[in-house]
């Protein structure tokens, strides 16, 4: 929610820190403050309220009550003067049908009001919040929503017929909202309406019907409570959202309704002094009940795992306005009325955690345990599987669990190549071994030998499958997957998929019927205390060379390599790699060795060509020779 | 939830979104083989979210959960072992651990978990005391018992621990990533 740093300081007297430092008291104390944007000299907080928070925190008083409550302030008393009602005004009949889904409906007549613009400090408040400036009177219905947390709304009470009655949606019925948009009503969706139909979808958005203009002399106030599970169906059903329909859906209590109808009236007389007040109808049959939990002084301390005192609890509590009274060795905690999301001692917890600051809570190790841990025995199968390939020379790869085929579709998929779940490890994993095969040379390495263990999903459900690959596609993966049966004891029963190259096989299958076990250990985290970084590679195609050449005698291929490396430091060349030698017998018997390198050009900037790279191994050549290298 | 990946199913399945339900399953099986807490256990799993990739989202990745059931379990008990775990799996002694309010179903309280590593803090996952519910859910006497539960991407804890720029190399197989480790 968008809070105004200079609404908030209203409810000071003292002086806020500045917005920065209050964002960062909030965000550790309460709830994250998304962002600070400076606007014509106030500061607008975006408050990331959360949703359990949602019933008494989506206001300016809400939030200031948290400020008030990690700051150690005093929250100014108010001084709305609630104004009286006059005589001989107009009376309205109001009816309320379902009272469990309209919990609490006050309505109150206001005759003598002139709708107008806004006066300029009414304008500048809701602009600060990004709210637009409709006319005196819906603005001050929409300040007190923004301030103080009670959506309500004004009907002209002269385009009102006869009573009103909160009930049920009537099939046909269709109401027009105040922007425009025809809603076809149904008797799922709650209204607020007149002898002719609905003014309002209730709790959520109000109609044009009874809207009010620049005529409008008599005001209908409808300061309401209701259901919150009905207003966010109704509110998903119908697609609109308000501000009204977000306070409500989160189980606002009935008893502020109250305060909201006092706060709208004592601002309207304020802003039209001419203005006289109607009764107030309040139909409120079910009256909130007072709640008091008893927490153990013990329990919090446990849970929190924090010494801190009886006297620490009750101030922290109190900053809230949660009064608590001791009784034996447990606190009896009376939450105001809009704190309806604190209903067990859990909840308690939280609220003193959060006060005296969670940055006090300890470091505590959890007790020793006597046994040792066990893995899970399928997890343990599936390393042993891993330990032996990646010991053969096989790198373990993930792709993604969706494609473009399958058994199992996705409703809403991000892309038509993962519109399902994948139904095999195959479909993925084919591509990405052809893709890593054309980057061997980059490897450093003639063949590609990777594996994947993943879920997928058929027909008959979802199982862990194993796939073992190998490039060039005349290898055969068979040996291994002997060696992977060898090890388990008994046959994989998978299938080489295309050529002997890949073979794909059912885990679930080996696991039902092998003797898993669960080992005891623990095992020291790799790489022993060293963290890898990752190195950044090029996204551009590289280029390979060759270089085959016979050396004088006392040269070995480490010192050729050195050369190689001398001559094209700096030339983007990312491997050179030793692929053969041999060593051949002359005619006069004496031996000749043969090297051949293969380097590989790539460049993080940009493709190379075919000249640069023949351009470098020119050069490489000139300094072999010049070393009594022969060049074949 | 918006970001919900729903299978068309009669029976309304999903991908599940976050490996919290482990926790439930987990204490189910064990009281039906008559054990009781304590109960102590680390369960990594796939996980799937329906949101746009970028570098530093990906709609498929790996979280890890944990849970500590037993009498007497704190959330000081809970910062103490997720500060071990950075601390271990950083290999970094000067780690800190903060705790932020947060809000999750199956907690209370909750707690947003951030690292305080190298001057800077990481937002990592989240975390709290066992809720109630949960407990009776299984059958297990929420008096009686207390625990704690952590969550946080594997992903993110990798891409911190070795520089990897994109979320999205984990999962296309390029064997020019995996094999730098």
Same mark, same amino acid.
């Given at each position: 929610?968008?809070?105004?740093?200079?609404?908030?300081?209203?409810?000071?007297?003292?002086?806020?820190?500045?917005?920065?430092?209050?964002?960062?008291?909030?965000?550790?104390?309460?709830?994250?403050?998304?962002?600070?944007?400076?606007?014509?000299?106030?500061?607008?907080?975006?408050?990331?309220?959360?949703?359990?928070?949602?019933?008494?925190?989506?206001?300016?008083?809400?939030?200031?009550?948290?400020?008030?409550?990690?700051?150690?302030?005093?929250?100014?008393?108010?001084?709305?003067?609630?104004?009286?009602?006059?005589?001989?005004?107009?009376?309205?009949?109001?009816?309320?049908?379902?009272?469990?889904?309209?919990?609490?409906?006050?309505?109150?007549?206001?005759?003598?009001?002139?709708?107008?613009?806004?006066?300029?400090?009414?304008?500048?408040?809701?602009?600060?919040?990004?709210?637009?400036?409709?006319?005196?009177?819906?603005?001050?219905?929409?300040?007190?929503?923004?301030?103080?947390?009670?959506?309500?709304?004004?009907?002209?009470?002269?385009?009102?017929?006869?009573?009103?009655?909160?009930?049920?949606?009537?099939?046909?019925?269709?109401?027009?909202?105040?922007?425009?948009?025809?809603?076809?009503?149904?008797?799922?969706?709650?209204?607020?309406?007149?002898?002719?139909?609905?003014?309002?979808?209730?709790?959520?958005?109000?109609?044009?019907?009874?809207?009010?203009?620049?005529?409008?002399?008599?005001?209908?106030?409808?300061?309401?409570?209701?259901?919150?599970?009905?207003?966010?169906?109704?509110?998903?059903?119908?697609?609109?959202?308000?501000?009204?329909?977000?306070?409500?859906?989160?189980?606002?209590?009935?008893?502020?309704?109250?305060?909201?109808?006092?706060?709208?009236?004592?601002?309207?007389?304020?802003?039209?002094?001419?203005?006289?007040?109607?009764?107030?109808?309040?139909?409120?049959?079910?009256?909130?009940?007072?709640?008091?939990?008893?927490?153990?002084?013990?329990?919090?301390?446990?849970?929190?795992?924090?010494?801190?005192?009886?006297?620490?609890?009750?101030?922290?509590?109190?900053?809230?306005?949660?009064?608590?009274?001791?009784?034996?060795?447990?606190?009896?905690?009376?939450?105001?009325?809009?704190?309806?999301?604190?209903?067990?001692?859990?909840?308690?917890?939280?609220?003193?955690?959060?006060?005296?600051?969670?940055?006090?809570?300890?470091?505590?190790?959890?007790?020793?345990?006597?046994?040792?841990?066990?893995?899970?025995?399928?997890?343990?199968?599936?390393?042993?599987?891993?330990?032996?390939?990646?010991?053969?020379?096989? =790198?373990?790869?993930?792709?993604?669990?969706? &494609?473009?085929? #399958?058994? $199992?579709?996705?409703? *809403? !998929?991000?892309? +038509?190549?993962?519109?399902?779940?994948?139904?095999?490890?195959?479909?993925?994993?084919?591509?990405?071994?052809?893709?890593?095969?054309?980057?061997?040379?980059?490897?450093?390495?003639?063949?590609?030998?990777?594996?994947?263990?993943?879920?997928?999903?058929?027909?008959?459900?979802?199982?862990?499958?194993?796939?073992?690959?190998?490039?060039?596609?005349?290898?055969?993966?068979?040996?291994?997957?002997?060696?992977?049966?060898?090890?388990?004891?008994?046959?994989?029963?998978?299938?080489?998929?295309?050529?002997?190259?890949?073979?794909?096989?059912?885990?679930?299958?080996?696991?039902?019927?092998?003797?898993?076990? =669960?080992?005891?250990?623990?095992?020291?985290? &790799?790489?022993? #205390?060293? $963290?890898?970084?990752? *190195? !950044?590679?090029? +996204?551009?195609?590289?280029?390979?060379?060759?270089?085959?050449?016979?050396?004088?005698?006392?040269?070995?291929?480490?010192?050729?390599?050195?050369?190689?490396?001398?001559?094209?430091?700096?030339?983007?060349?990312?491997?050179?790699?030793?692929?053969?030698?041999?060593?051949?017998?002359?005619?006069?018997?004496?031996?000749?060795?043969?090297?051949?390198?293969?380097?590989?050009?790539?460049?993080?900037?940009?493709?190379?060509?075919?000249?640069?790279?023949?351009?470098?191994?020119?050069?490489?050549?000139?300094?072999?020779?010049?070393?009594?290298?022969?060049?074949? | 939830?918006?970001?919900?990946?729903?299978?068309?199913?009669?029976?309304?399945?999903?991908?599940?979104?976050?490996?919290?339900?482990?926790?439930?399953?987990?204490?189910?099986?064990?009281?039906?083989?008559?054990?009781?807490?304590?109960?102590?256990?680390?369960?990594?799993?796939?996980?799937?979210?329906?949101?746009?990739?970028?570098?530093?989202?990906?709609?498929?990745?790996?979280?890890?959960?944990?849970?500590?059931?037993?009498?007497?379990?704190?959330?000081?008990?809970?910062?103490?072992?997720?500060?071990?775990?950075?601390?271990?799996?950083?290999?970094?002694?000067?780690?800190?651990?903060?705790?932020?309010?947060?809000?999750?179903?199956?907690?209370?309280?909750?707690?947003?978990?951030?690292?305080?590593?190298?001057?800077?803090?990481?937002?990592?996952?989240?975390?709290?005391?066992?809720?109630?519910?949960?407990?009776?859910?299984?059958?297990?006497?929420?008096?009686?018992?207390?625990?704690?539960?952590?969550?946080?991407?594997?992903?993110?804890?990798?891409?911190?621990?070795?520089?990897?720029?994109?979320?999205?190399?984990?999962?296309?197989?390029?064997?020019?990533?995996?094999?730098?480790?």
């Amino acid at each position: 929610m968008l809070i105004s740093y200079k609404w908030l300081q209203s409810y000071f007297d003292e002086k806020l820190p500045v917005p920065e430092a209050l964002a960062e008291r909030l965000t550790l104390g309460f709830a994250e403050v998304d962002g600070i944007e400076q606007k014509d000299g106030d500061a607008i907080l975006d408050i990331k309220i959360l949703p359990d928070r949602a019933c008494y925190a989506l206001s300016h008083r809400g939030v200031a009550g948290e400020v008030a409550a990690l700051l150690g302030l005093e929250i100014k008393e108010s001084d709305t003067r609630v104004p009286r009602a006059s005589r001989k005004i107009r009376t309205v009949s109001v009816r309320v049908e379902d009272s469990n889904l309209c919990r609490r409906h006050i309505a109150r007549v206001i005759e003598n009001v002139s709708v107008g613009p806004s006066s300029d400090w009414l304008k500048e408040r809701l602009e600060s919040v990004g709210q637009r400036s409709i006319n005196n009177i819906v603005d001050a219905t929409n300040f007190v929503t923004l301030d103080m947390g009670q959506p309500l709304h004004a009907f002209d009470a002269d385009k009102v017929k006869g009573k009103v009655v909160v009930r049920p949606g009537r099939t046909g019925e269709v109401l027009v909202t105040l922007d425009g948009k025809s809603i076809s009503i149904d008797p799922s969706i709650m209204v607020i309406a007149d002898e002719d139909g609905p003014l309002d979808i209730a709790g959520i958005k109000g109609g044009k019907k009874a809207e009010l203009d620049q005529y409008t002399k008599t005001i209908l106030l409808s300061v309401a409570n209701f259901d919150p599970i009905s207003i966010r169906r109704t509110s998903a059903k119908i697609g609109i959202k308000t501000d009204a329909s977000k306070r409500f859906e989160n189980n606002l209590t009935t008893e502020r309704a109250k305060d909201g109808m006092d706060e709208i009236i004592a601002l309207i007389v304020k802003l039209c002094p001419d203005a006289k007040i109607g009764k107030e109808i309040d139909i409120y049959p079910k009256k909130q009940k007072k709640r008091r939990i008893a927490v153990p002084i013990k329990f919090v301390q446990g849970a929190l795992g924090m010494n801190i005192s009886e006297k620490e609890m009750r101030s922290a509590l109190s900053r809230l306005a949660l009064t608590a009274k001791k009784r034996g060795t447990a606190l009896m905690v009376a939450p105001p009325p809009e704190r309806l999301d604190i209903v067990r001692p859990e909840d308690i917890v939280e609220e003193i955690g959060r006060i005296v600051g969670l940055e006090r809570i300890p470091e505590t190790m959890l007790p020793p345990i006597s046994a040792l841990p066990t893995v899970n025995k399928r997890l343990n199968l599936e390393n042993k599987i891993r330990d032996m390939l990646v010991s053969d020379g096989f =790198s373990e790869v993930m792709t993604s669990s969706f &494609a473009s085929s #399958g058994y $199992i579709a996705i409703e *809403k !998929p991000l892309a +038509s190549d993962k519109a399902y779940c994948r139904k095999d490890l195959w479909t993925n994993f084919h591509p990405v071994l052809l893709k890593n095969y054309s980057n061997a040379p980059l490897l450093g390495s003639k063949e590609i030998k990777q594996f994947e263990i993943g879920k997928v999903f058929t027909v008959k459900g979802e199982h862990t499958a194993l796939i073992i690959g190998l490039m060039p596609v005349k290898k055969s993966v068979s040996e291994v997957v002997q060696k992977i049966e060898k090890m388990l004891g008994m046959p994989l029963c998978g299938k080489f998929c295309g050529g002997n190259n890949m073979y794909e096989c059912n885990l679930d299958v080996v696991m039902k019927i092998h003797p898993l076990e =669960s080992p005891s250990f623990i095992k020291e985290g &790799a790489g022993g #205390g060293f $963290i890898k970084t990752f *190195k !950044p590679f090029s +996204s551009y195609p590289f280029i390979v060379r060759d270089v085959a050449l016979f050396v004088p005698e006392k040269m070995d291929a480490e010192r050729v390599q050195k050369i190689i490396e001398g001559e094209t430091r700096g030339k983007d060349v990312v491997s050179i790699r030793l692929f053969d030698s041999f060593e051949k017998k002359l005619t006069d018997g004496s031996q000749k060795t043969s090297l051949a390198f293969r380097l590989v050009f790539q460049s993080m900037k940009k493709t190379l060509t075919d000249a640069e790279a023949n351009a470098a191994m020119e050069a490489v050549y000139r300094v072999l020779r010049s070393r009594r290298c022969e060049i074949r | 939830m918006q970001d919900t990946f729903w299978i068309k199913s009669k029976e309304r399945l999903v991908l599940r979104t976050q490996t919290s339900p482990v926790q439930v399953r987990y204490m189910e099986e064990k009281l039906k083989k008559g054990i009781k807490p304590p109960y102590r256990i680390i369960v990594p799993g796939k996980v799937f979210r329906n949101e746009a990739t970028d570098a530093t989202h990906e709609a498929e990745f790996y979280q890890v959960e944990g849970l500590y059931v037993d009498k007497n379990v704190s959330m000081a008990q809970l910062k103490g072992t997720v500060l071990l775990f950075f601390r271990k799996f950083f290999h970094d002694d000067k780690i800190n651990v903060r705790f932020r309010p947060s809000f999750f179903p199956f907690t209370e309280p909750s707690v947003e978990v951030d690292m305080e590593w190298k001057g800077k803090r990481l937002e990592i996952g989240g975390a709290g005391l066992v809720h109630p519910h949960v407990f009776e859910a299984v059958g297990l006497l929420a008096k009686k018992y207390r625990g704690f539960a952590f969550g946080c991407g594997i992903d993110r804890l990798l891409m911190l621990r070795h520089g990897i720029p994109d979320i999205r190399m984990f999962y296309n197989g390029d064997l020019r990533v995996v094999s730098q480790f």
